[in-house]
């Protein structure tokens, strides 16, 4: 190989990122010269102390806000507005409640002017693969909390965006289920491989799923710690069960630890 071959240019390259609010006594101070960079195909994971500045992070890799300083590129492109390019699942599902299942998942393309009889195959397809077939015609009032987590990354996924950003997609689900879910979305990248950014308060979820970890200070937050998750794929749940996956969620609750002291 070419020893003088350039690198591949990262698909998320965020530099310098800085954001406050204008208050009346003052400005409030959220993010503080956030750097980092995500490969295509690369599952990163987020995690950091409560109120920290992550999921505002995540709307501004959207374009759904705009940063005070520094800048954001997608594919080499500048991000300034919502995009097709960025799926996004919140931490709540936000389904249309008079839309079924798949008038749901179809919403994205259809409001993008999309052929219909294509978006309905388009979103048959995801429907399988999240494993809701059978469920095209219920409402969301029908399902599960998991079940209709399962659609909204099923219409994330539907206008095949470039980057997929999670908001604590499991946050509101039990225990149970959101390690049953973990399970899903292992089982739904692997089968899609999109790049992931996603964040979590879930350290053991984090280390399974993720690539790295970046750990993130309290407000006004910059990244503490980069934590590699050096374990093969694919993976499997019995993952957390080892020694390897355990040192790397021990390094991330040392790093975590460490934000509590301070």
């Known amino acids: 190989m070419d020893s003088t071959a350039r690198k591949s240019e990262p698909l998320l390259r965020v530099e310098g990122l800085s954001l406050s609010y204008q208050r009346g006594d003052g400005r409030l101070s959220v993010l503080e010269q956030i750097e980092f960079e995500v490969e295509e195909r690369e599952f990163l994971a987020l995690v950091g102390p409560s109120g920290c500045g992550k999921t505002t992070l995540l709307k501004l890799i959207a374009g759904l806000e705009q940063p005070t300083a520094g800048q954001i590129h997608l594919a080499g492109n500048p991000v300034k507005r919502p995009s097709r390019s960025v799926g996004f699942v919140f931490q709540e599902p936000t389904l249309m409640d008079w839309r079924t299942?798949?008038?749901?998942?179809?919403?994205?393309?259809?409001?993008?002017?999309?052929?219909?009889?294509?978006?309905?195959?388009?979103?048959?397809?995801?429907?399988?693969?999240?494993?809701?077939?059978?469920?095209?015609?219920?409402?969301?009032?029908?399902?599960?909390?998991?079940?209709?987590?399962?659609?909204?990354?099923?219409?994330?996924?539907?206008?095949?965006?470039?980057?997929?950003?999670?908001?604590?997609?499991?946050?509101?689900?039990?225990?149970?289920?959101?390690?049953?879910?973990?399970?899903?979305?292992?089982?739904?990248?692997?089968?899609?491989?999109?790049?992931?950014?996603?964040?979590?308060?879930?350290?053991?979820?984090?280390?399974?799923?993720?690539?790295?970890?970046?750990?993130?200070?309290?407000?006004?937050?910059?990244?503490?710690?980069?934590?590699?998750?050096?374990?093969?794929?694919?993976?499997?749940?019995?993952?957390r069960e080892t020694p390897a996956c355990s040192q790397v969620a021990r390094r991330v609750r040392d790093a975590l630890e460490q934000v509590d002291l301070h």
């Open 101 to 239: 299942v798949e008038a749901n998942v179809t919403l994205p393309l259809e409001l993008n002017g999309g052929n219909r009889k294509r978006a309905r195959e388009e979103a048959q397809t995801l429907l399988d693969l999240v494993r809701l077939t059978g469920f095209e015609d219920a409402y969301p009032a029908q399902l599960s909390g998991g079940m209709a987590q399962r659609v909204a990354l099923a219409r994330a996924l539907v206008h095949d965006p470039q980057l997929l950003l999670l908001d604590e997609p499991f946050g509101a689900l039990d225990a149970l289920t959101r390690e049953r879910m973990g399970r899903e979305l292992l089982r739904i990248w692997q089968a899609r491989r999109k790049t992931v950014v996603m964040v979590t308060h879930s350290v053991p979820e984090a280390v399974l799923l993720a690539d790295r970890v970046l750990v993130l200070g309290p407000r006004p937050a910059s990244i503490i710690a980069e934590v590699p998750v050096d374990l093969p794929r694919p993976r499997t749940a019995e993952m």
